[in-house]
């Protein structure tokens, strides 16, 4: 199965962007439907994007409309989430994560390692 590698977080200052990157290695994302969450400290995890590799449609929490954006390279077998205006509420660790079936809040599957993202006021 697919296993999945985030990378592009870090410690920002508020109001700046940033671009995370999901991808995927050991096969394609051929298929999968590919989702961003995050976890802040001390809450559950939640979902904020997802896209379908198949048809390139997108799905986002209505908390990230706006300001986020998820888009796929089907040449490098990337996804990304573009992070504009970035606000100290953003602070989390960010997963993506492959679902071949749902795709929306309730995805599960393969997750990756997440990587971190602090944003300072």
């Known amino acids: 199965q697919v296993q999945l590698v985030e990378s592009g977080g870090g410690l920002v200052q508020a109001g700046v962007s940033l671009r995370l990157s999901c991808a995927a290695s050991?096969?394609?994302?051929?298929?999968?439907?590919i989702g961003w969450f995050r976890q802040a400290p001390g809450k559950e995890r939640e979902f904020v994007a997802a896209?379908?590799?198949?048809?390139?449609?997108?799905v986002y929490a209505d908390s990230v409309k706006g300001r986020f954006a998820i888009s796929r390279d089907n040449a490098k077998n990337t996804v990304y989430l573009q992070i504009d205006s970035l606000k100290p509420e953003d602070t989390a660790v960010y997963y993506c994560?492959?679902?071949?079936?749902?795709?929306?809040?309730?995805?599960?599957?393969?997750w990756g390692q997440g990587t971190q993202v602090t944003v300072s006021s």
């Open positions: 896209i379908s590799w198949r048809s390139g449609s997108t």
């Open positions: 050991g096969r394609t994302f051929s298929g999968y439907n």
């Open positions: 994560a492959a679902d071949y079936v749902r795709i929306g809040r309730m995805m599960d599957g393969v």
